[in-house]
């Protein structure tokens, strides 16, 4: 293997906590990313230190539940949200600059998470 | 108070050759704030993946950029190799390297010339670009391709090259090095270009890490970060160090760039010493099941493939992040207190792909 990956499962409720203690303990913020699995979402909040790399994740029911932006720990994340929130309907709170559903210009509503009833009109 | 005035930049720009926009907030010539708009041209490939095998899939991972296409195909590649277990030849490694950074040097190749065209130096534009035509010929050469090698594969690369020919490469990128030595000099030693980048957007040390910049962006500022440190593919056994300035300003992304068009030719030198003789791929057989996030090192800095799989022929999840998606908060943090006259350089020098981007 080229490099251990560690992956620390966490509550959305702790997601705050967590990703500040990385960002006091020095961790680059590398991405955020989400995967629909057959029920619920997955996030991943990937951060590196020194090449070590470790993955914070946390399990969503549903794109409705409420996910505090982590932006105003590293500010970069307001691009992975807003991606989150375009791609997968991610409900995400207080990003540092939030595109209201304008950051992708996708023809059909939350395309990798779609909505049951419809397309965008 | 100065009145402020906002200017659409893009996404059609002539020192854009992809679509990207930004509100410049203006007092006077003086940019105070920059709010960035992508997603014109999101293509969604990401999920693709869920209706192409997951040997197949490395023919779209290689056409997400134009540019660093062999290594969007050979981080695919190296993610569902390391949740396969596949242990790949060592000639196909060493193949790996060299064509990644025949792509590097063809890459920072092509940025001198844009970054030259965007301060009006066009003779050294075409002076440069006539150098990449030479890395690309050689590509062509052992590919048969110029942009999309089609070289990767799941288990190894498809093609081989044979140990005569790939000394007669390293003879020519010897005669190219003279070349590129007299082309780069003019960058880092003329008075136009150096009033146009010393000084001009700087990124500190702390803001580069802090931002999650990448690349030849981070290492500009003196954040020593290259993952090609990881030793995937060969590069384990071959000897560098990743190429840092401290300056932080376009000049010092500028001269990281440069510097490392000659570590690239070192670096191939060396994997052409190496090499050993053998097999170039490895029979796969089942299908994926687990995950892994692969990191590269691009030209313009690390990637990051996710595979996710399930036992079954179509991968569960891929997500793709680009150097270019992580360096644009840099960028932003540059542009506030530059001059309008300055921007397309500062787009420049973080060397965008917005191909790359809109993945």
């Given at each position: ?9 966490i ?15 020095g961790y ?12 619920g979402?997955?996030?991943?909040y ?15 029911s ?13 500010w970069?994340a ?5 991606e989150?929130?375009?791609?997968f309907?991610?409900n ?30 | 108070?100065?009145?402020?005035t ?16 930004l ?5 006077d010539?003086?940019?105070v ?14 999920k ?5 095998d ?11 950029c ?18 396969m277990?596949l242990?790949?030849?060592q000639?196909?490694q ?14 920072h ?21 006539k ?16 942009v999309?090698f ?17 000394k007669l ?14 082309i ?8 136009s270009?150096?009033h ?41 056994n071959?000897?560098?160090e ?16 440069i ?38 090192e ?8 996710y595979?996710?799989?399930?036992g ?6 891929l997500?793709?992040?680009t ?11 540059i ?25």
């Open positions: 293997m080229i490099e251990e990956q560690k992956i620390i499962n509550e959305v409720g702790q997601l705050q906590d967590k990703v500040k203690g990385c960002f006091e303990q680059r913020l590398v991405q955020i990313s989400c995967t629909k699995l057959s029920q979402l997955e996030l991943n990937s951060f590196d230190k020194n090449f070590e790399f470790i993955n914070l994740r946390v399990f969503l549903s794109a409705d539940t409420e996910v505090l932006s982590v932006s105003n720990i590293y970069n307001f691009l992975y949200e807003n989150l929130h375009d791609l309907g991610i995400i709170k207080n990003i540092a600059i939030d595109y209201k559903g304008n950051f992708y210009r996708t023809s059909v509503k939350w395309p990798f998470n779609p909505p049951t009833e419809a397309k965008n009109d | 108070m100065t009145k402020r906002i200017i659409p930049f893009g996404p059609q720009h002539p020192v854009l050759p992809e679509p990207i926009h509100d410049l907030v203006l007092e010539e003086k940019v704030e920059a709010i960035p708009s992508v997603g014109f041209i999101h293509r969604g490939l990401e693709l993946v869920e209706k192409k997951f040997q197949d899939y490395v023919y779209v991972a290689e056409r997400i134009g540019i660093c296409s062999f290594i969007h195909g050979m981080t695919y590649c190296i993610a569902v190799e390391e949740i277990k242990e790949v030849p000639r196909a060493y193949l790996r390297v060299i064509w990644s950074e025949l792509s590097r040097i063809h890459s190749l092509l940025w001198l010339g844009l970054m030259a065209d965007s301060f009006g130096f066009e003779s050294l534009f075409m002076h440069t670009w150098l990449r035509e030479g890395i690309l010929d050689i590509i062509e050469e052992t590919t048969g391709g110029r999309i089609g070289s990767s594969k799941v288990g190894g690369v498809r093609k081989d090259v044979s140990d005569e020919k790939l490469i390293v003879e020519k990128l010897k005669k190219y090095e003279k070349e590129i030595k007299e780069t000099d003019v960058f880092v030693h003329d008075a270009v150096k146009r980048l010393v000084g001009v957007g700087i990124l500190s040390k702390n803001d580069a890490y802090e931002l999650g910049a990448v690349g030849p962006t981070a290492r500009g500022s003196g954040v020593s970060q290259d993952m090609r440190k990881l030793g995937y593919a060969a590069y384990k071959i000897n560098f990743p190429i840092i300035e401290t300056s932080g300003d376009c000049y010092a992304r500028c001269m990281v760039r510097r490392e068009l000659f570590q690239s030719i070192d670096m191939i030198s060396q994997a052409v010493d190496k090499i050993e003789t053998g097999p170039i791929e490895v029979k796969v057989t089942g299908t994926p099941n687990g995950e892994f996030f692969a990191r590269t691009q030209p313009r800095g690390e990637v990051i493939y595979a996710l799989a399930d079954g022929k179509f991968l569960k999840r997500r793709v992040r150097p270019t998606f992580s360096n644009i908060p840099a960028l932003l943090k542009l506030p207190g530059s001059e309008l006259a300055d921007v397309p350089v500062l787009i420049l020098t973080i060397d965008p792909c917005i191909s790359c981007t809109e993945r």
